[in-house]
């Protein structure tokens, strides 16, 4: 079946836009995740969405960062006033997770450049 | 809150040399854990994972892990690698209960080059 999906693929933007990048979960998949991989960094956990509950935001930098999850599918990550730091690949993941704890499938990423 | 430890950053191989990367995770509670890879242009692929049971799991491509609770450590294994397998290789793990619940912690990765 289909995979996780993301867009855009690359985005390139100007210090001080906002930018919104999107996640498409695999079909039946109850939780959402998002992570960041920059090379300063390496992979970091950003925010988890586990089907109607309370999304766990613990990993989101700053206030500017926020996400939604729209009809328990979709999710958007949203960051304001984009900082050259921003630049990093992020990357959205789905599992099952009906109660256990499963395994992560990741999607391409968006590749997001601040220039 | 957990970390995830890998000790080489790159390690270079030739054609059927022997692999082991080494991992290790620092949290007091049972965990998951699991191997992704990623190759040259391709997003991060599950390539095992340890739930429970046989410590020893076998992934795709020839990889195995085995899990050492007493030691914290998942180190992956394949006997003879090809030039296919050069990738960055990361090592993780999450919490199966607690406030961490779900969220992966990563290592820093390791890039496998394989000359042919």
């Known amino acids: 079946g289909a995979g996780v999906s993301q867009s855009p693929s690359n985005k390139v933007t100007e210090k001080g836009k906002d930018v919104e990048l999107r996640c498409d979960p695999i079909s039946g998949h109850t939780a959402l995740y998002w992570y960041r991989q920059s090379l300063g960094q390496g992979l970091e956990f950003l925010i988890y969405f586990q089907g109607n509950s309370a999304p766990d935001k613990s990993g989101l930098p700053s206030d500017r960062f926020s996400a939604e999850r729209t009809g328990g599918s979709v999710s958007t990550l949203t960051i304001q006033r984009t900082q050259q730091e921003d630049s990093a690949v992020y990357l959205c993941?789905?599992?099952?997770?009906?109660?256990?704890?499963?395994?992560?499938?990741f999607g391409p990423g968006t590749r997001l450049t601040v220039l | 809150a957990q970390s995830v430890s890998q000790h080489n950053h790159h390690v270079i191989l030739s054609e059927a040399a022997s692999l082991e990367l080494g991992c290790n995770y620092s949290?007091?509670?049972?965990?998951?854990l699991f191997w992704y890879v990623q190759y040259p242009g391709q997003h991060l692929q599950l390539l095992l994972k340890?739930?429970?049971?046989?410590?020893l799991v076998k992934g795709i491509k020839g990889f195995e892990a085995e899990f050492i609770k007493s030691k914290f450590s998942f180190n992956l294994r394949k006997p003879s690698v090809q030039w296919s397998d050069t990738a960055e290789y990361f090592c993780a793990v999450n919490a199966r209960r607690g406030s961490t619940l779900g969220r992966l912690y990563f290592g820093r990765g390791t890039q496998l080059t394989v000359w042919p």
């Open positions: 993941a789905s599992s099952r997770a009906s109660g256990v704890v499963d395994t992560q499938y």
């Open positions: 949290y007091g509670g049972t965990v998951n």
């Open positions: 340890y739930f429970s049971g046989d410590p």
